[in-house]
Nanobody, 133 residues
Framework: QVYLAESGGGSVQAGGSLRLSCVVS????????MGWFRQAPGKEREGVAS????????YYADFVKGRFTISRDNTLNTLYLQMNSLAPEDTAMYYC??????????????????????????WGQGTPVTVSS
């Protein structure tokens, strides 16, 4: 059974930083694209950042504006998201997901669609991020 566990969320003031982690068990992520997504109340789920299996390619949504960095440690089966210069509009539930396709691309539909089509078994439970002014 695949299990993804996010952690690191919390409440911070604008301008603060958080580092999110996603530890995966029951599945080796080294051959999968990975991504971070978020969903705010009343809004569609959206892709935040994605990374290729080996970490050589990354993609960021425009709203990140150079503030976030996605990374991975395949040895630890873990995905990370470093979030700096947080703003209130970053408030959302943040999810990690794995795309278990051999030929995945960081700009593929799995990511650009906001995670639509990603198997339910490859989503974490989410970690909340709240940014106050």
């Amino acid at each position: 059974q695949v299990y993804l566990a996010e952690s690191g969320g919390g409440s911070v003031q604008a301008g603060g930083s958080l580092r999110l982690s996603c530890v995966v068990s029951g599945y080796s992520i080294g051959t999968s694209c990975m991504g971070w997504f978020r969903q705010a109340p009343g809004k569609e789920r959206e892709g935040v950042a994605s990374i290729s299996p080996g970490g050589s390619r990354t993609y960021y949504a425009d709203f990140v504006k150079g503030r976030f960095t996605i990374s991975r440690d395949n040895t630890l089966n873990t995905l990370y998201l470093q979030m700096n210069s947080l703003a209130p509009e970053d408030t959302a539930m943040y999810y990690c997901a794995a795309e278990p396709r051999r030929l995945c691309q960081v700009t593929g539909n799995w990511f650009l669609s906001g995670g639509k089509g990603v198997s339910n078994g490859y989503w974490g439970q989410g970690t909340p991020v709240t940014v106050s002014s």
